[in-house]
């Protein structure tokens, strides 16, 4: 009878765990086969109003189901597997109104499931990686916001608890930085409770921005990891064993995951490139550029190692949290938004780190085009404010790039930055050339040039201007105004004439004075001090005015030293 009852117990235990999986999984998938579009648009609404048990569960159930008796039911909603959302027509009018709201589209994102589904999209020699989980440190992950949409926010929590091992996730921390809308007050903080991972909602009263508000929430981590997203992100199979593998082999490794692009408008998930690092120009904006070949040979051809990246993109990244606060955290005189991912990407390079990408690693980000946030103060002051705080402390001397763009930047207050450059000097750090000389040799700062300014014709007064133009267009020449931007050149000691973003002074086949690539041919030029004459190498011919129709660019000509060829050049330091 014994026996019985206990074979009783069984079977209504089993019954009860099939019971189980079946509820779940009609909660879990949005199944819109048998329903037309409409229906199943609502149906997914209805799905991100109501908190779903995040995917960890399925995870539970796969270890007490023989495998192959797992129901095999791909969810087929809006959105998932990564697939772009199609907003309906009757919901067209709505999406563009509501665009503006966070600068992305907000119908397409709450009509995906809070728990969607993306393919794993790690290459192969990714997924064969087998890490030692056990080992490594435990993780805490830090999310501010200001103002955040309510599904992007859940999206990204979700994607974390249904994708990072339970035992590495010591906690989820958000940063609610004095956001105004009603979903991020107690609604937030009744949802995370219910969620299977400690989530804390740290709150400011005041707008403190992302820099300040970072700090808030690494203050409160207990994690040994602190691993920064932004809000907007979701999180994919196998993102964050690789990254902490890294800081568990040297603590001193900051470690970036790919960015992978969720597009704005349709919440697609794009993969990013492997084959992509992090720079920057001389107005000081991070831009991606190719990884050199050296890069790649130093890897031995091998992808699937992490990549060394001269910068950082800022949003999305791990250091371990005592080096965290060794190197100096972050510059708490940082405003708003902006800046500070240079200035850590210099800072943990100069002073004895490291930083990668680690191409094993993938977080979508929801890149957009414009800021959808207040910026007290103005965009610009709050941008140069903290731009400067970096170009003061450890750019050294050539902080005069960026001065020579942004001339009227130069005596606007940055505040105070003396704790900075005494930890600079704490730390022992090295210089910005060393950096420039062994991080970063592929930069567009030369390292050594003989002028940076104005390139100015002594006969007309006028000077070159890229007019803003790019490689493959005409050069311009107009009146000087001083104010620096598209009339800084520099004539650097490879005696290139070179502007921001790789640009130069270049001649086309048929001898006309163009804008081109740095890296490319008929780049040269020698300017001799005494007579200002600048000669074009290859063909042997001198800059000089314009001349003939072609008013309004310099032209090249037979050598004659005339005043129409003479030049002078800003802030000259020959030696
Ligand atoms: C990029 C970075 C971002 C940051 C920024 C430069 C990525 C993917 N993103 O811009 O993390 O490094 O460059 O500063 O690398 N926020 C606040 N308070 C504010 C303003 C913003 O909490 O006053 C939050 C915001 O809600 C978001 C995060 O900070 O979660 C980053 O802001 P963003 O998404 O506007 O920055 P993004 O991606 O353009
Ligand atoms: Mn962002």
């Known amino acids: 009878r014994r026996l019985k009852f206990q074979y009783c117990k069984v079977i209504i235990a089993t019954s009860m765990v099939w019971v189980m999986v079946d509820m779940f999984l009609l909660m879990y998938f949005t199944d819109c086969s048998a329903m037309s579009s409409a229906d199943c648009q609502r149906k997914a609404k209805e799905e991100n109003g109501n908190p779903q048990p995040p995917k960890e569960s399925v995870g ?27 907003v309906p027509d009757s919901m067209k009018d709505e999406a563009k109104e509501k665009f503006k709201i966070n600068q992305f589209n907000l119908v397409a994102s709450d009509m995906i499931s809070l728990n969607r589904s993306l393919p794993d999209y790690r290459m192969d020699a990714c997924k064969k990686k087998e890490y030692q989980v056990s080992k490594f440190p435990t993780t805490s992950i830090i999310i501010v916001f200001h103002n955040e949409a309510w599904s992007t926010l859940l999206r990204l929590v979700h994607s974390i608890i249904n994708r990072s091992p339970r035992a590495l996730l010591k906690e989820i921390i958000l940063v609610d930085d004095a956001s105004d809308k009603d979903h991020l007050g107690r609604q937030l903080d009744n949802y995370v409770k219910k ?25 409160a981590s207990t994690g040994e990891v602190l691993t920064f997203l932004d809000a907007h992100c979701e999180c994919t199979e196998g993102w964050l064993e690789p990254l902490l593998h890294e800081i568990y082999k040297d603590r001193t490794s900051v470690v970036c995951p790919i960015i992978d692009v969720i597009s704005d408008d349709t919440f697609e998930y794009i993969t990013g490139s492997d084959m992509t690092w992090g720079g920057f120009n001389w107005k000081l904006n991070f831009r991606w550029y190719p990884v050199p070949q050296r890069e790649l040979e130093r890897r031995g051809g091998d992808r699937s190692l992490p990549t060394k990246t001269p910068t950082m993109a800022g949003g999305l990244f791990a250091i371990q949290r005592d080096y965290f606060y060794e190197i100096g955290s972050y510059d708490e ?78 005596n606007t207050a940055y505040g105070d930055v003396t704790a900075r450059k005494e930890l600079r000097k704490k730390l022992q750090c090295k210089s910005f050339r060393w950096y420039l000389e062994n991080v970063y040799p592929e930069s567009q700062m030369p390292l050594d040039f003989y002028s940076l300014g104005e390139v100015r014709n002594k006969e007309t007064g006028m000077c070159i201007d890229t007019m803003g133009r790019k490689s493959g267009e005409k050069v ?66 001198c800059l000089q005015k314009p001349i003939g129709r072609e008013r309004d660019t310099p032209s090249l000509g037979s050598c004659t030293g005339e005043l129409s060829q003479q030049w002078i050049l800003g802030d000259m330091k020959f030696d």
């Not at 909602?201 to 203050?219: D, Q």
Request: hydrophobic share 35%; net charge positive; aromatic share 8%.
């Open 60 to 86: 539970f159930l796969e270890k007490i189901i023989p495998q192959g008796l797992m129901p095999k039911r791909v969810p087929t909603g809006p959105g998932e597997q990564g697939r772009a959302v199609a």
């Open 195 to 219: 969620l299977p991972v400690p989530v804390k909602v740290l709150r400011s009263e005041e707008r403190t921005g992302l820099i300040r508000a970072r700090l808030k929430g690494a203050a």
């Open 333 to 410: 005189g940082m405003d708003i938004w902006g800046g500070e991912n240079l200035e850590m990407s210099y800072r943990v390079w100069m002073c004895g780190g490291q930083i990668f990408i680690v191409t094993c690693s993938r977080v979508g980000h929801v890149f957009r085009k414009t800021s959808p946030y207040s910026w007290p103060g103005g965009v610009a002051r709050i941008i140069n404010h903290n731009t400067q705080r970096i170009v003061e402390v450890w750019m050294d001397e050539y902080k005069d790039f960026f001065y020579k763009i942004n001339p009227g930047v130069k």
């Open 476 to 541: 311009g020449m107009v009146a000087c105004h001083g104010m620096g931007g598209n009339q800084v050149f520099s004539l650097t000691k490879k005696h290139k004439l070179m502007t921001d973003d790789n640009t130069c002074i270049v001649t086309s086949h048929n001898k006309k004075v163009m804008l081109g690539n740095c890296g490319g041919g008929n780049t040269e030029w020698k300017y001799d001090q005494k007579t200002f004459v600048l000669k074009h190498v290859n063909t042997d011919m």
